[in-house]
Nanobody, 123 residues
Framework: QVQLVESGGGLVQAGGSLRLSCAVS????????MGWFRQAPGKEREFVGS???????SYADSVKDRFTISRDNAKNTVDLQMNSLKPEDTAVYYC?????????????????WGQGTQVTVSS
């Protein structure tokens, strides 16, 4: 059984940085395309970015050039480095695993999900 556990969320001022980590157990992280999504109160879950099994990354326009996804095969984790944070980045952030090779911006494509971690950016 694959399990995903996010960590690293918290409260940060606008302009600050946070690094989220997603620990994968049950399979090697390189077996999956991994995605990061977020959901703010009253809004639908939205795509943040993804990393394919081959290491190719893709980002939503709203976070491009501010957020970076990386994978550590030795630690079996996928990280989301978030810089220049804005109040509109406030949300619960989820990591997800997709059994296909490339990942997707569609949350319905992902088979496994973590429990989420709260990120709050104050103005």
């Amino acid at each position: 059984q694959v399990q995903l556990v996010e960590s690293g969320g918290g409260l940060v001022q606008a302009g600050g940085s946070l690094r989220l980590s997603c620990a994968v157990s049950g399979r090697t992280v390189s077996s999956y395309a991994m995605g990061w999504f977020r959901q703010a109160p009253g809004k639908e879950r939205e795509f943040v970015g993804s990393i394919s099994r081959y290491g190719t990354t893709s980002y939503a326009d709203s976070v491009k050039d501010r957020f970076t996804i990386s994978r550590d095969n030795a630690k079996n984790t996928v990280d989301l480095q978030m810089n220049s944070l804005k109040p509109e980045d406030t949300a619960v952030y989820y990591c997800a695993a997709d059994t296909t090779k490339y990942g997707s911006y569609l949350y319905t494509a992902y088979a496994y999900w973590g429990q989420g971690t709260q990120v709050t950016v104050s103005s």
